[in-house]
C-alpha cells in the first residue's frame, strides 16, 4: 500500500474521528467558551472526487490540530451542520459561500469563522487558504495560503499539512485560544471512534411454486453503515454523535406456469400460460444525533478499561415498494408505490468495552475489531489537571 493509499485509510478513520472533534461541545474556560466555526469549499465547484477528498483532509487536520492545541475550542462546521439537516430532510441545505459565513456563525452562536478554501481546476496549482475572521466585525485575525502541483498527489497532502500546521500555531498570537485560560476537569481527553459495517452476501431462498409448475426466489440483502464518535473534551461531559444507515431489502420473484382454464367445457386441453410476479420491498433507516455519553475509565493491575455508553435516538424509516404482476391469464400490472416515512424510535448501537494492557501511563491508543463486524478506534491523552 502507497503513502497516498495509507493517507486515504487514515482520512476514512480520521473523519468519523473529526466528525466529534467539530460537533458543537460546550466547555468551560475561564475566559468563556470560544465557539469557531470551520468552513471549507472549492473553487471553482467540483467536479469529481478528487478536490472534495482534498477538502475533506484539509478541514481534518485543520480541526485536529486545533483541538490538540486549543483543547477548550468549542468547533462547529457547515459540513457537518449540512449533514444533519440532510438526515432531517430540511428544503435548505447551507451553502458554502464565503459571504454566507457569518449568518451561518450567528446562527451557531459561533464568535469566530475559519474559512479554509480548496482552489482546484485539474491543471493548474492546486491553491489552499486557511482564514480566521471575527464573525461579528469580518476582522480577519490570522491567514495563510500555500500551493502545490496538482499532479502530485503527495505533495497536495504535504502542503495541507504544512500550511494546517503553519495556520493553527498562528492562533497563538490570539489571546483567547491560549491552553493556559483553561483547566481541565476530566483526567482523560480525547476521542472514541466505533465503526459498525455489515454487507453480507445477499441470501437467496429458491423454491418450487405452490402450483408445482415453476419456481419463486426470495432474495434477502441488508446492509449497517453505523458510526459512533465520542468526544471527550478537557472540561464537560463527553459528547457522542451518532449516524446510523442501515437498509433491509427484500425482492421475491416468481416464474411461473398459469392454468388459465380449459378453452370450452367440454375441452380436455388446459391452458397454460408463462406467468409471474416481482415484488420488491426496501426499509432504509436513517437517525442522526448529538448525545451526551458516559465514558469512564479505570486502570488497575497493568491494564486498562473503557467503559462506553450512548442513549438511544430517534430517527426514521423510509419503505419504498414495488409490485409487478406480468399478467399470465390476466393484465400486466404494476403498482410502484412512493416513500412512506416512519419513525425508528430507540436507534442505538451497542458499544463495545476496551480492555488492554497499560503501555504508556499517560496514553490510552488503539484498534479492535469485534464479533459482529464492528471496530472501535481509542485515543485519550491525560490532562494536566492542576492541583
Known amino acids: 500500500m502507497g503513502k497516498l493509499q495509507w493517507r486515504k485509510l487514515f482520512v476514512i478513520i480520521a473523519k468519523i474521528s473529526i466528525v466529534g472533534i467539530l460537533a458543537s461541545t460546550p466547555a468551560v474556560c475561564q475566559s468563556g467558551p470560544q465557539s469557531v466555526l470551520i468552513s471549507t469549499h472549492i473553487q471553482p465547484p467540483p467536479t469529481g472526487k478528487t478536490a472534495q477528498s482534498y477538502a475533506a483532509y484539509f478541514e481534518e487536520v485543520v ?6 492545541q486549543y483543547p477548550c475550542m468549542n468547533l462547529t462546521s457547515t459540513s457537518g451542520i449540512a449533514a444533519v439537516l440532510k438526515l432531517k430532510s430540511e428544503q435548505a441545505l447551507l451553502g458554502v459561500d ?3 459565513l457569518s449568518s451561518v456563525a450567528g446562527a451557531v452562536g459561533a464568535k469566530y469563522v475559519i474559512d479554509l478554501t480548496i482552489t482546484y481546476t485539474g491543471s493548474g ?3 489552499l487558504t486557511a482564514t480566521m475572521s471575527n464573525s461579528a466585525t469580518l476582522q480577519k485575525l490570522a491567514m495563510n495560503s500555500s500551493s502545490a502541483p496538482a499532479g502530485d498527489p503527495d505533495a497536495v497532502l504535504d502542503a495541507i499539512e504544512a500550511l494546517a500546521k503553519q495556520f493553527v500555531d498562528s492562533l497563538s498570537s490570539v489571546p483567547q485560544f491560549s ?3 483553561c483547566n481541565p476537569t476530566n483526567s482523560w481527553a480525547g476521542t472514541i471512534t466505533y465503526r459498525l459495517k455489515q454487507s453480507p452476501p445477499a441470501a437467496v431462498d429458491a423454491h418450487q411454486a405452490i402450483s408445482g409448475k415453476g419456481t419463486v426466489t426470495t432474495t434477502t440483502t441488508n446492509t449497517v453503515n453505523d458510526q459512533i464518535s465520542i468526544r471527550v473534551g478537557w472540561t464537560g461531559p463527553p459528547r457522542a454523535e451518532i449516524m446510523l444507515a442501515e437498509s433491509y431489502k427484500t425482492e421475491e420473484v416468481g416464474a411461473v406456469q398459469m392454468d388459465c382454464g380449459r378453452p370450452t367445457i367440454a375441452s380436455n386441453q388446459h391452458n ?3 406467468g409471474g410476479w416481482d415484488h420488491m420491498e426496501l426499509m432504509e433507516h436513517f437517525a442522526y444525533e448529538e448525545v451526551g455519553a458516559t465514558v469512564s475509565v479505570e486502570i488497575a493491575n497493568g491494564r486498562y478499561k473503557i467503559t462506553l455508553h450512548a442513549p438511544p435516538i430517534q430517527g426514521q424509516i423510509e419503505r419504498t415498494a414495488r409490485k409487478h404482476d406480468d399478467g399470465g391469464c390476466g393484465t400486466p400490472n ?4 412512493g416513500p412512506t416515512d416512519y419513525s425508528w424510535d430507540n436507534a442505538t448501537v451497542t ?3 476496551i480492555d488492554q494492557p497499560l503501555n504508556k501511563p499517560d496514553t490510552l491508543f488503539g484498534s479492535e475489531a469485534d464479533a459482529f463486524g464492528g471496530e472501535v478506534f481509542w485515543n485519550l491523552k491525560r490532562t494536566p489537571m492542576r492541583k
Do not use: I, T
Open 351 to 353: 458499544l463495545p468495552m
Open 98 to 100: 464565503p459571504g454566507d
Open 179 to 181: 491552553p493556559g485560560k
Open 63 to 68: 480541526g485536529r490540530l486545533l483541538q490538540a
Open 334 to 337: 404494476d403498482d410502484n408505490s
Open 125 to 127: 496549482p492546486v491553491g
Open 272 to 274: 397454460y400460460r408463462s
